[in-house]
């Protein structure tokens, strides 16, 4: 069993394979983070546990609130526009793949 719980950076990764047996990582973030972007492989999937977020998925507003799951495709560009001052959001990249972060203008 692991069990952990995120701190007070407003993003982080909380278990993965680096340190544990667990094959995909799980991070977490207390606000939406806006840096538009996209994985060449790896799936992301938004587990939002309070609050409300907006992100943007290839040029597409998508409201979040608690309760809600995102999983977006390898390929598909995406951010976070903005973010209640009490939000979180759990993430897991599947597969795990070092590197397959890549930064769009």
Known sequence: MIHLSSDDK?????????????????????????????????YEVYLVARGQSTAVVNGQDVALAAGDVLVVE??????????????????????NVKGDKHLVE
């Open 74 to 95: 390898p390929h598909e560009v995406h951010t976070f526009a903005d973010s209640s001052d009490d939000y979180l959001h759990f993430v897991v990249h599947a597969p």
């Open 10 to 42: 407003p993003k982080g990764w909380l278990v993965g394979p680096w340190n544990s047996a667990l094959p995909v990582p799980i991070g977490y973030a207390n606000r939406g983070v806006n840096e538009k972007h996209y994985h060449a492989q790896m």
